[in-house]
């Protein structure tokens, strides 16, 4: 299969410390891949970068083929790729309903002259956005404090916001960070349920970080296992499991 | 009678007068500040920027507002609103999006735009010269005298074009920001980068754009402001020293970060200006005879004098601080 995000010998360093030291990483067409780490081993700093919210120090990404290094991130929203944020990130004056109405891109009211020009087309449109954000509030289970601010939303419902957020537009692949810490255990089934739909019937590929390790076996096929900036190993739960290496790292060496 | 008439020429006419410009420039700075964080020091120059472009563009056509009956100025503003809109986004190129790409704390860019200002008043100087200029030039300012249909008021109300044209000018500016933030798919955008530039990125708003647009409304408004001013007095390239604390001011008492709150902070602070130099003693003179002996023959019972009106927004600055940090309304984010 086709890779849909390709790294390749990215490094990236933070004054002295090497946060991401020659990673190469490929997430395949239609997967659902997994990266998983010990805390520093750069897993957020790698989503940044193929996110385009950091700049990269030397390397490649490729998102489709398509180079992509150092992109800002709005046109990689175009381009199909979406992120969430470890820390939940919300337009906290704006209402539920409102945060998800804010996402659909090539919106005709974005250019500056369409909305003056072409009010109707614009109206029309605004009304299909909000019916679509509607739909979207009621699948992530927030439809009752739609009208809420986002800002005053519990730490779990600005998680929920965030997958739907990646929901409201035809996304090719969306990366999760963490999206399920803070998330309570019945609303977490109904999150990676979600998550496996949008890959199965709407074809995203996810490439996600999480800590959950039940979640990451559920959901993740292949499992990638980053440590000290650079890939570990990559294989199937299973195999990650039992590497001996991903225990040491994990664990610590007098464990297992 | 005649006190009343007094007191709505030198309070409420002239507190308008003051609280309109301070609040289209607080609208500037706190719409500035909301994007991208940083106090812009070099925004009153870009109202002196803007009417110096009214003064050169008037003295190239001098005839051009006889034909419309509307001052020379007055037609060459939309021009000029442009250039300085120009002028903003120009800046920003040159000197804040190069600090802004290496990630600079806000303080850089703060004194990056003291050298802006520096930079400006310099350039003004150096075409305009050191003294002050009138704006009209080949047309006369309209003063219309208002009688009061009252026994006994034989003083009538004054006001001039330009502060008439400055009235409409503000209205017309707070009605159309208005919509402008909260219909305009351009206005949401705003709004939600100055709530959270990362997710407005990965929201796929494109915040370059965003920037400019700020800039372009923020450089816009600063050639009303200025422009209107200069007509109002005169045209002085160090018009900006004295607009700089009170709109500064205005920014902070309503709150920074929030337009609503600056028009207010604005007319608050001119209000503020003009109620401290009147004369109260004014208004005390028709019931001189009940008055106690010391109150009556007071000479000027004004809180301060003319020659400390400066000192006033900044009085205002440190209470509202102190009482208030976040403004009358709160703020940091367009809301």
């Not at chain 1, 679509?132 to 800002?151: C, M, P, S, T």
């Given at each position: 299969?086709?890779?849909?995000?390709?790294?390749?010998?990215?490094?990236?360093?933070?004054?002295?410390?090497?946060?991401?030291?020659?990673?190469?990483?490929?997430?395949e067409q239609g997967s659902i891949t997994g990266l998983i780490g010990p805390n520093g081993a750069g897993k957020s700093t790698l989503f940044n970068i193929i996110a385009g919210a950091l700049p990269l120090d030397s390397g490649q990404v490729l998102l489709d083929g398509e180079d992509i290094t150092n992109r800002p991130a709005n046109e990689l929203f175009h381009k199909g790729l979406l992120r969430t944020f470890q820390i939940a990130h919300e337009f906290h004056q704006l209402t539920a309903l409102e945060n998800l109405m804010m996402v659909p891109p090539a919106q005709a009211g974005e250019n500056l002259f369409d909305a003056w020009l072409k009010p109707g087309r614009v109206r029309a449109q605004e009304a299909e956005?909000?019916?679509?954000?509607?739909?979207?509030?009621?699948?992530?289970?927030?439809?009752?404090?739609?009208?809420?601010?986002?800002?005053?939303?519990?730490?779990?419902?600005?998680?929920?916001?965030?997958?739907?957020?990646?929901?409201?537009?035809?996304?090719?692949?969306?990366?999760l960070d963490e999206i399920a810490a803070g998330v309570n255990r019945t609303l977490l089934g109904d999150l990676v349920a979600n998550i496996e739909r949008l890959n199965r019937e709407m074809g995203y590929t996810f490439l996600v970080i999480e800590h959950d390790m039940d979640m990451i076996a559920r959901l993740c096929d292949p499992v990638i296992v980053l440590a000290q900036g650079r890939v570990m190993v990559q294989g199937s739960i299973e195999e990650i499991q039992n590497d001996p290496a991903v225990i040491e790292a994990y664990f610590g060496s007098n464990v297992a | 009678m005649n006190e009343l008439v007094f007191f709505i020429n030198n309070v409420i006419i002239t507190g308008s007068v003051s609280g309109s410009i301070y609040a289209i420039g607080a609208v500037g700075v706190t719409l500035v500040f909301s994007i991208m964080r940083f106090a812009h020091f070099a925004h009153a120059d870009m109202m002196t920027f803007g009417a110096f472009m009214v003064l050169l563009l008037t003295?190239?056509?001098?005839?051009?507002?006889?034909?419309?009956?509307?001052?020379t100025a007055v037609v060459m503003l939309p021009l000029a609103i442009l250039l300085t809109a120009a002028l903003?986004?120009?800046?920003?190129?040159?000197?804040?999006?190069?600090?802004?790409?290496?990630?600079?704390k806000p303080i850089v860019m703060v004194i990056a735009s003291l050298g802006v200002t520096l930079m400006l008043q310099g350039l003004i100087r150096l075409f305009a010269g050191t003294g002050g200029q009138r704006l009209y030039i080949d047309d006369r300012k309209e003063i219309f005298r208002l009688a009061l249909p009252f026994e006994g008021a034989r003083a009538p109300i004054v006001v001039t074009e330009p502060q008439i044209i400055l009235f409409i000018l503000t209205i017309v500016c707070v009605v159309s920001l208005h919509l402008f933030l909260s219909r305009s798919r351009l206005g949401k955008a705003m709004r939600a980068m100055s709530d959270n530039p990362d997710l407005a990125r990965a929201s796929g708003i494109?915040?370059?754009?965003?920037?400019?647009?700020?800039?372009?409304?923020?450089?816009?408004?600063?050639?009303?402001?200025?422009t209107l001013l200069s007509l109002d007095v005169t045209f002085k390239p160090d018009l900006s020293f004295f607009l700089l604390l009170p709109i500064f001011a205005a920014a902070i008492v309503g709150g920074v970060g929030h337009p609503y709150g600056a028009i207010a902070g604005g007319f608050v602070v001119g209000f503020a200006e003009t109620l401290a130099v009147f004369n109260w003693g004014v208004l005390l003179r028709p019931f001189r005879d009940s008055l106690p002996e010391w109150l009556a023959q007071a000479g000027s019972l004004s809180f301060v004098g003319t020659e400390y009106k400066i000192v006033v927004p900044f009085v205002l600055l440190v209470a509202i601080l102190v009482w208030r940090p976040t403004g009358l309304f709160k703020g940091k984010v367009i809301t």
């Open positions: 299969m086709a890779s849909m995000i390709d790294v390749r010998h990215v490094h990236k360093a933070f004054g002295g410390l090497k946060v991401i030291d020659d990673c190469s990483i490929a997430v956005v909000r019916r679509k954000a509607l739909e979207v509030i009621d699948f992530i289970g927030l439809y009752h404090v739609r009208n809420e601010l986002a800002g005053n939303l519990s730490g779990g419902q600005k998680k929920l916001l965030e997958l739907g957020r990646s929901m409201m537009t035809d996304a090719r692949v969306v990366l | 003295l190239a056509f001098p005839g051009a507002g006889g034909a419309v009956g509307l001052p903003a986004v120009g800046i920003d190129r040159a000197f804040y999006k190069p600090l802004r790409a290496h990630g600079v494109n915040t370059n754009l965003i920037v400019a647009v700020t800039w372009m409304i923020a450089g816009g408004l600063a050639a009303i402001a200025g």
